[in-house]
């Protein structure tokens, strides 16, 4: 069965580090999103991006936030200078349908945890 | 902003008990999702609901959309030990938007 898949899956990086996350959502979808999870707690949309290019992004999703799709393949979440609160598992998500649509399908996260 | 709230936050049932999670809205949503997450895992999707009143079964699970369209509801019928984790419900606003706004989640603990 087609997956999502992200790495790495844990990442412990200093407070002002730029963190990347990567993914590789299914390979017939065009929907792509970022979530987070801070432990325990709910799942927090972050941005969704299609036709290379973000379509929406919540209020966490700042100035330090950046997404990218370099090469059809990847889909790839980069953190310019992590703060404290970055701390989070953050989940990769792709579906085939737009518009809220669609069954979205997650990785199985990549833990990052800011010191 | 939009939000989707759960109860309850935390459910502890023996094996063999009904359980049940309600989600609700702050708006009126244009469909709803139901994802299951074990502990330690990702969430995986469970149904979509579309329709006003409409209810979906699957094995013994059964899923409501309210006639309003601003809450859902999801039972278990005789609960058993695989179905621990956090059940969430994510419903979607009508208009030109992609974003599914995930509910705060119901934890599933049952004991054997």
């Known amino acids: 069965e087609p997956e999502v898949t992200q790495t790495p899956s844990h990442q412990v990086t200093q407070m002002g580090q730029e963190v990347i996350l990567r993914c590789v959502p299914i390979s017939n979808h065009l929907y792509f999103y970022w979530y987070r999870q801070i432990l325990g707690q709910k799942v927090e949309f972050l941005v969704s991006?299609?036709?290379?290019?973000?379509?929406?992004k919540s209020e966490i999703f700042d100035d330090q936030f950046s997404v990218e799709r370099p090469d059809g393949s990847n889909f790839t979440l980069k953190i310019r200078s992590t703060k404290l609160e970055d701390s989070a598992m953050y989940f990769c998500a792709s579906s085939a349908q737009g518009g809220g649509t669609g069954e979205l399908f997650f990785g199985e996260g990549s833990r990052l945890t800011v010191l | 902003g939009q939000q989707v709230m759960q109860i309850p936050q935390y459910q502890h049932v023996q094996e063999g008990e009904d359980f049940t999670t309600y989600c609700n809205s702050s708006?009126?949503?244009?469909?709803i999702q139901w994802y299951k997450q074990r502990p330690g895992g990702h969430p995986v999707f469970l149904i979509q609901l579309v329709k006003s009143g409409e209810v979906k079964k699957q094995k013994r699970l059964t899923f409501q959309f309210g006639e309003a369209k601003k809450n859902s509801s999801l039972h278990i019928t005789a609960t058993q030990t695989t179905e621990v984790g956090t059940y969430f419900c994510a419903g979607r606003r009508g208009g030109a938007t992609n974003k599914l706004i995930f509910g705060t989640g119901t934890l599933l603990a049952v004991q054997p």
């Open positions: 708006t009126t949503l244009s469909n």
């Open positions: 991006f299609y036709n290379n290019e973000i379509s929406e």
